[in-house]
């Protein structure tokens, strides 16, 4: 009878050690992202139990954005509170909308033996990807109450290569 050979599965090699400045530079990189992460975020390692602290010197602007179609239209809806509309800009192309602004807030007390003046900024740019060909020469912004709803009417390409699906 035939002698089988035996044949390995998975080769293993020795792992190699990090020397002991890779080892520092990589526990140096570790340390960094955290603080990354709490000077982004600083409240986030407070227990989910205590409520949440606003910070208005350092709150993010990110405004919630709505994007639908309605009829024949793509609509945008931005909340933007306490911004005004000078201070919002919006740009388009074929396929993308892009809304920024800066929100500024300067809140002074004077009183007689009292000074207080506090100050707070942010500014934020998002793009989205819109969901239908759109006619950029044709859009159409209102802004009211602090919300911010862009009307794009869709190209009558964009319009014909709808279908409606029956489900069974």
Known sequence: MAKKE????????????????QEM???FQEMEKRFEDIFRRPFSLLPSWMPRL?????EEVSPSMDI???????VVKTELPGMKKE?????LT??????????????KV????????????????????LPAEIQTEKAS?????????????????????EKKVMIE
């Open 6 to 21: 035996k044949k390995e599965l998975l080769k293993v090699e020795p792992t190699k050690a990090l020397s002991p400045f």
């Open 110 to 129: 004077e009183k007689k033996d009292y000074y207080s003046l506090e100050r707070s900024y942010g500014s934020f740019k998002r793009s989205f990807s």
């Open 68 to 74: 639908f179609t309605e009829g024949d239209d793509v």
């Open 94 to 107: 074929k396929d993308t909308i892009t809304i920024s602004g800066e929100k500024k807030k300067e809140e």
């Open 54 to 58: 606003r910070m208005p010197e350092i």
């Open 87 to 91: 201070d919002i800009d919006v740009s």
């Open 141 to 161: 912004a209102k802004f009211k109450d602090g919300v911010l709803e862009i009307r794009i009417p869709k190209t009558e390409e964009a319009k014909k290569k």
């Open 25 to 27: 530079e990589k526990r």
